[in-house]
């Protein structure tokens, strides 16, 4: 009935043809013959351009009428003398088409279409990424892959993209966000990055080149039941999901429960801390299926772990003061990355080893990688320095990730023209 | 410094919160004495602001405030995808305030701390002129990473030092059979004093 209306409204207001500002619909119910008769003479009445949504049909009938603004008291006038009772039904056409639009934006997002209707400046849900993942794959199937390393402690599918031209067991970058749950702009990075890496293998610029001779692996969802409990439960949940016998308390930190330093200071052995490093190195199948992973690919040449906030960029050792063999070329490294990222909107990053930059952690993602052997292991924190912390505005999503890519390259391209 | 404590020489820019602009440079020392009580700070700043500007709005702020018909509420500010109301911008305004009295009384040569986020904020009408409000704010810390709740009361009149009260819970780290090595138990006195500054 007023759908047709609603929808020509919407098109006219699009293509800014028509507004209707102050427009009213008012409903009639007519309760006898002159009531209905009355109404029935509005109908005439062109020079009021009247809209009929329901038009008079009968006794105890709505009658429902757009009035446009000019109208509207006349409208009122012609009715209140005549002692026919109306209601206002809509005080404002404009603003619920306003409302409307907002809506139809909101409902988009949840259902993209494809990669390019993704809105990439907003926070999705894990169903949304999972979704967006399998789109990525479909829409480029000579290039991305999607692999189940394993399975969260929820039973959530722990997924890896694969960005490969071919070869075999290629020397390999690894990306991952969202170890820590909470970190809302890693995933929403990591998301940007996947579309990212395909635009520039199509377009045969950034990272075209590197994709020649190197794979490349993105873990988006790096802790997916972490992540759901930020959804549903609490936004500022940093653990996984886990719980071991002999505690009331859940989780294990992710990037305290690798098999460098695991135990010593700079984790907690209190289950009920943010910082727990877990009963035993690898406990975490989210920990332990990197693990397992890496070691069978055994041709990873540079691994980039993905954090929020403080806005550095990190090398080993986090576990020690011991500097690591490679710290000054790491350090260079870091340099580069970091001047890349600057240039781009100015962001400030301060870099260095984990335990002279932020502070002592052990059992840390990058120092196990590195000492697997894997030379250009980094860590990244993210936007911002503490003005919204974790809860960095969506309209940030953008920028951050922007930047960030250009430091990553700047990893990359190292690990490519370093080869060891 | 052998006998005395840790001492630090600090250089540091400052900015306006909302806005971002410079606000002035400052030099400051911090005398960490070897037996455990408050810092000796001693420190001296810039200002790029001028005064009546900072008055005007601070009475911008007071009047958006009082303007309201109804006390004013709020949960999650931010919200989870870090947007904050425009209405609820002068309250959370007020807590970064408030917020920052209590991490300058709970920080330490070793723990230091971030406002995450406004959970919950209620405003109690007066009947003088003075703003109040209870808010429950979430205290980022690290190196832990443990997350905070406090209860904040704040009381605010343009021209006036902001007065705070505030109660942090203690932290429930359950102790199991298991974990002897480390303390974090909610033994001890509950950490909430007044506080103006």
Redesign the interface.
């Known amino acids: 009935m007023r759908l047709p209306v609603l929808l020509a409204a919407l098109v006219a207001v699009a293509t800014c043809t028509e507004t209707f500002v102050g427009h009213q619909v008012l409903r009639v119910v007519p309760q006898s013959h002159e009531e209905l008769q009355k109404v029935q003479e509005l109908q005439d009445l062109e020079h009021l351009q009247l809209d009929f949504w329901l038009a008079p049909r009968g006794l105890g009938l709505p009658v429902d009428i757009r009035v446009p603004f000019p109208s509207v008291q006349a409208v009122k006038a012609h009715l209140e003398a005549s002692g026919v009772s109306y209601s206002i039904m809509i005080e404002d056409v404009q603003a619920l088409l306003d409302e409307e639009q907002v809506e139809m934006l909101r409902s988009s997002r949840q259902l993209p279409l494809d990669t390019d209707t993704f809105n990439y400046e907003?926070?999705h849900t894990i169903d949304e990424i999972y979704n967006f993942m399998d789109m990525l794959v479909a829409e480029n199937p000579n290039l991305v892959s999607k692999l189940e390393i394993g399975r969260s402690t929820e039973n959530r599918p722990l997924y890896v993209l694969k960005f490969s031209t071919g070869g075999t067991n290629r020397p390999a970058i690894w990306i991952d966000t969202g170890i820590h749950s909470r970190e809302?702009v890693t995933q929403a990075s990591g998301v940007w990055f996947a579309k990212k890496i395909v635009q520039d293998h199509a377009n045969n610029e950034g990272v075209a080149s590197i994709l020649k001779t190197m794979d490349i692996f993105l873990e988006i969802v790096t802790n997916p039941d972490g992540f759901a409990f930020?959804?549903t439960t609490n936004?500022?949940w940093?653990k996984t999901r886990s719980k071991h016998s002999?505690?009331?308390?859940v989780g294990v930190?992710p990037n305290r429960n690798w098999d460098a330093g695991f135990g010593e200071a700079g984790a907690?052995?209190?289950?009920?801390?943010?910082?727990y490093q877990g009963?035993y190195p690898n406990s975490e199948p989210e920990v332990k299926s990197i693990v397992d992973f890496v070691k069978s690919h055994g041709n990873i040449k540079a691994f980039v772990s993905i954090h929020s906030y403080s806005q550095l960029l990190l090398y080993p050792y986090g576990y020690t003061t011991t500097p690591a063999p490679d710290q000054q070329e790491l350090h260079e490294v870091s340099a580069k990355a970091v001047a890349a990222l600057s240039s781009l909107y100015g962001t400030q990053y301060k870099y260095g080893s984990i335990i002279t930059t932020?502070?002592?952690?052990s059992g840390t993602t990058v120092d196990w990688t590195y000492n697997q052997g894997i030379k250009y292991s980094f860590t990244f924190e993210l936007r911002d320095t503490?003005?919204?912390?974790?809860?960095?505005?969506?309209?940030?999503i953008l920028p951050t990730a922007e930047e960030t890519w250009l430091a990553l390259k700047v990893i990359m391209e190292h690990a490519r023209d370093n080869a060891y | 410094i052998p006998e005395s404590g840790h001492k630090y020489y600090l250089q540091f820019s400052t900015e306006d919160?909302r806005t971002g602009e410079d606000a002035g440079n400052c030099l400051a020392t911090v005398l960490y004495p070897k037996k455990k009580s408050p810092p000796v700070v001693s420190i001296k700043c810039s200002h790029t602001k001028d005064q009546k500007k900072i008055q005007e709005e601070d009475n911008a702020l007071y009047q958006r405030i009082r303007h309201q018909s109804k006390p004013i509420t709020g949960n999650?500010i931010?919200?989870?995808?870090?947007?904050i109301e425009p209405a609820l911008e002068p309250v959370w305004a007020l807590a970064v305030a408030g917020s920052s009295s209590i991490m300058w009384e709970k920080s330490t040569e070793t723990l230091a701390y971030?406002?995450?986020?406004v959970k919950s904020v209620r405003q109690w009408m007066r009947k003088d002129d003075f703003t109040e409000f209870d808010y429950t704010v979430?205290l980022?810390e690290?190196?832990?990473?443990?997350?905070i709740s406090c209860h904040l009361r704040l009381t605010w009149l343009p021209g006036h030092p902001l007065k705070v009260k505030h109660f942090c819970a203690p932290q429930?780290?359950?102790?199991?059979?298991?974990?002897g090595?480390?303390a974090?138990s909610a033994a001890g006195p509950p950490a909430g004093k007044g506080a103006t500054f």
């Open positions: 907003a926070y809302w930020t959804h936004r500022l940093r002999g505690s009331i308390c930190d907690s052995g209190n289950p009920c801390t943010e910082t009963p932020i502070y002592r952690a503490g003005r919204y912390g974790f809860l960095l505005p969506a309209k940030q | 919160y999650n931010p919200d989870s995808h870090g947007n971030f406002l995450a986020q979430l980022h690290i190196p832990t990473q443990e997350i429930s780290h359950a102790m199991d059979e298991g974990s090595a480390e974090g």
